[in-house]
């Protein structure tokens, strides 16, 4: 059965960092690109960060850009977000997403990715 499972939300205050985690089961994780995406209460989601599956490519949205890094261990199946200098803008649901295919310039398109996890809550505040 195939399955992602985000973890690492938290309540941090602006300026703090967090690293979320996207751990894959049930496929080869190995051939399939991940996402990360975000969703505020009332607003659409968003496409935060992507990395290739063979050679590690990535793409950072500008609204994160030298702030969040993304990485990838294909021996745990296992994607990382570090988040660093938090703001309360930040605040969403973060999800991971699969796909085994994506074409160029849709990295952050959340409707080129089949497969999806649950979800975690981060919330920047004081």
């Known amino acids: 059965q195939l399955q992602l499972v985000e973890s690492g939300g938290d309540l941090v205050q602006p300026g703090g960092s967090l690293r979320l985690s996207c751990a894959a089961s049930?496929?080869?994780?190995?051939?399939?690109?991940i996402g990360w995406f975000r969703q505020a209460p009332g607003k659409e989601r968003e496409g935060v960060s992507y990395?290739?599956?063979?050679?590690?490519?990535?793409t950072i949205a500008d609204s994160v850009k030298g702030r969040f890094t993304i990485s990838r261990d294909n021996a745990k199946n296992t994607v990382y977000l570090q988040m660093n200098s938090l703001r309360p803008e930040d605040t969403a649901v973060y999800y991971c997403?699969?796909?085994?295919?994506?074409?160029?310039?849709?990295?952050?398109?959340?409707?080129?990715?089949?497969?999806w996890g649950q979800g975690t809550q981060v919330t920047v505040s004081s």
């Open positions: 997403a699969a796909s085994s295919i994506i074409r160029v310039g849709a990295e952050l398109d959340s409707n080129a990715y089949i497969y």
């Open positions: 049930g496929f080869n994780f190995n051939i399939y690109a």
């Open positions: 990395i290739s599956s063979h050679y590690g490519t990535t």
